[in-house]
């Protein structure tokens, strides 16, 4: 078909491991997931694809990419699970490393095409089902695995280990307490309203968006608590790489900490692939119908305290502002309206991007993508060009991201395609623009 | 040959269908009990809500945005279910055998309703050849599969105009049909049956778990 080379990335977690494998270790683990993993949805999505191709407008990576069809939804489906299904019994080890580099690298699970395809076939499944033999035979890219390992021995994404956690937030308490007097980072309080939990990243990298979350806390006098022991990281790499193992015991750390506290409800920081882990994809591994105490995301916690007053807003945010709808959280739980409605509520200028809510486009980040690393950030960036063009038509200044994947992979994309924008969680513009009452004020 | 394709090869590909398509049913809930979350999240108001949505054209963003597709799949499809019940050749068969009796097409719409059909047979076939991402995805058999399901219209229009040898094509024109519907349970002809499904699972995890809609 003439289709240009796709550029080899060197990654010692795949170019090492493919040494290591035989074609029976594959067929073994091949045979293994698909006889005695995958039920239902697998089989009748399977035989239900017609193959009509209409699920591929649904993909930034095919827009991005010049509607190559190696990477349209369909496109991954077929040069993975198409070919191990065809031949189950004979796949060589450089065609798994081909199936990671797709399944992990080159699809954000973002479920867009999911709303696209005709039949409800869901393709991000059906990619997860690659990730989970890939992840199975090691075949899985270094920077996401080591995050998993570090979930895996430390219970968090980031080998944070409980004196630095500790630490840290006792150093944002002070930092929150040189604005705001009766700041807190209260830990290990029993039944408390609230109890607040962040991805490991916040601790190591961004530190100052716990003091941020200790001062709105405080002017809206909101009842909370951290945990000082494990279980206080909410994010879940061993979800996207395929361990189900271990993202099913960091999902259990997590909510038992809660439990452990007495919480009357979880609030999760700004994180979209962390939510979906705690509130779809972790419950489901688990068994469990539901999360075992009501949990909530930042958006709606942060509409709570603005709707009903406990947080007013001094000034409203002046500067131009768009917003990236985190899939996770607005394809993810519908929380598209109330994100509106605080980004309303609080700035001036709002620029609506096109297409928005559930059918706004993925970061490009998400879904593991990210955590693979600088090895792939220049295909990364590059499937997401729709992206950069859909926020460069807003010409707004600031884009506001409350998810960190989100967050982070709207940076790469400003920077690399030199859209002069900035980007904010949510909680920074709140910072901004929220009413200090003068008697807590320092 | 006339005696056989009209009557035992008839009876023959009926009964492959309806058990070829229990088959397929009942292996689907059985296997979606061990898929541990379909039953505890199917739920009958967005199962029903996402049907409606997809069932009515250019009601979903994608049918919108393809509107030539969206245009030529529901005529395709209309076409093809109602062009072989309601069809005054095939009830008058019906009649024959089982005295069985209901309303029919007028003998116009019957030929421009299977006209149609084999029009857009032909527009899923230049789109499959032309269009990279969808002959990316090309099996033999995706041809295969529309040649089977063009094929009985194809042969019927052929008979009714009398285009070639009359009788041979009516054998001809048995002969495909059957065996179209005997292969449906058994190929990706089986849409038919899973579609309503998965569309449901889908709708279901989009409106009562993630808050969402999935148009």
């Known amino acids: 078909m003439g289709l240009p080379a796709i550029p080899i990335v060197s990654d010692p977690g795949l170019d090492e491991t493919v040494k290591e494998l035989t074609p029976e270790k594959i067929a073994n683990v091949v045979n293994r997931i698909l006889d005695n993993e995958t039920a239902a949805r697998f089989k009748v999505y399977m035989k239900t694809c017609v193959h009509c191709g209409l699920c591929s407008d649904a993909c930034h990576w095919f827009l991005s990419n010049d509607r190559d069809p190696r990477f349209s939804p369909v496109g991954k489906v077929k040069q993975t699970l198409w070919e191990i299904i065809r031949r189950k019994d004979s796949l060589n080890p450089a065609f798994l490393k081909e199936c990671s580099r797709i399944a992990h690298t080159e699809c954000n699970v973002c479920r867009r095409c999911s709303m696209y395809c005709p039949f409800g076939i869901d393709i991000a499944y059906m990619i997860m089902v690659v990730r989970r033999i890939c992840s199975e035979l090691g075949m899985v890219p270094q920077f996401l695995q080591d995050t998993v390992n570090s979930h895996s021995v430390t219970q968090n994404q980031m080998w944070v280990k409980q004196d630095e956690w500790i630490d840290t937030l006792q150093w944002q308490e002070e930092e929150a307490r040189g604005e705001i007097k009766t700041a807190r980072i209260p830990l290990d309080k029993e039944g408390a309203d609230v109890f607040y939990s962040v991805i490991a990243p916040e601790p190591k990298i961004l530190a100052q968006l716990i003091g941020n979350i200790a001062q709105i806390m405080a002017v809206a006098k909101v009842d909370w608590t951290m945990p000082s022991f494990d279980g206080w990281d909410n994010s879940n790499m061993a979800m996207y790489s395929g361990d189900f193992e271990t993202m099913g015991r960091v999902e259990r750390y997590h909510h038992e900490a809660a439990l452990k506290l007495k919480a009357r409800r979880i609030v999760m920081g700004e994180c979209g692939h962390a939510f979906r882990g705690a509130a779809y994809d972790g419950p489901k591994w688990l068994g469990w119908r539901q999360p075992p105490i009501p949990l909530i995301h930042a958006v709606d916690f942060y509409h709570e305290l603005i709707t009903t007053g406990r947080i007013k807003i001094a000034k409203k945010f002046e500067t131009p502002v768009t917003v990236q709808e985190p899939c996770n959280i607005v394809r993810g739980r519908g929380l598209g309206q109330k994100l509106r409605e605080i980004i309303a509520a609080t700035c001036e200028d709002f620029r609506p991007p096109d297409p928005d809510f559930e059918h706004n486009y993925c970061c490009g980040a998400g879904g593991g993508a990210i955590n693979c690393g600088p090895p792939w950030k220049t295909s990364r960036v590059k499937g997401n060009r729709v992206k950069a063009e859909q926020l460069a038509a807003t010409k707004a200044k600031i884009i506001i991201t409350p998810c960190h994947n989100c967050h982070s992979g709207i940076e790469d994309i400003v920077g690399g395609y030199k859209l002069g924008m900035h980007v904010k969680f949510f909680s920074e513009i709140l910072m901004e623009v929220m009413e200090i009452p003068d008697e807590i004020k320092v | ?215």
Not at chain 2, 11 to 33: E, N, P
């Open chain 2, 1 to 215: 040959m006339y005696e056989f394709v009209s009557g035992p090869l008839v009876w023959i590909a009926f009964i492959v269908f309806v058990s070829g398509m229990v088959y397929q049913f009942v292996t689907m809930l059985r296997s979606a009990k061990k898929d541990k979350v379909i039953y505890p999240y199917m739920s009958l108001k967005y199962s029903l809500r996402s049907l409606f949505h997809w069932m009515i054209p250019f009601a979903s963003r994608n049918m919108r945005a393809r509107y030539e597709v969206t245009i030529v799949t529901f005529l395709f499809h209309i076409c093809l279910i109602l062009v072989p019940i309601f069809l005054l050749a095939h009830i008058a068969m019906f009649e024959f055998a089982w005295g069985l009796k209901w309303g029919a097409l007028s003998q116009v719409a019957g030929t421009y309703m299977t006209i149609i059909v084999v029009l857009a047979s032909l527009f899923f076939l230049i789109r499959r050849l032309m269009m990279p991402e969808i002959q990316f995805v090309t099996y033999p058999s995706d041809y295969l599969l529309l040649a089977v399901a063009a094929a009985p219209f194809f042969t019927g229009l052929a008979a009714n105009q009398q285009w070639f040898d009359y009788q041979t094509t009516v054998v001809v024109h048995m002969i495909t049909g059957s065996v179209m519907l005997m292969v449906i349970p058994f190929t990706r002809l089986s849409h038919m049956l899973f579609f309503p499904f998965t569309r449901a699972y889908m709708g279901s995890e989009f409106g009562a778990v993630r808050n969402a809609k999935d148009w």
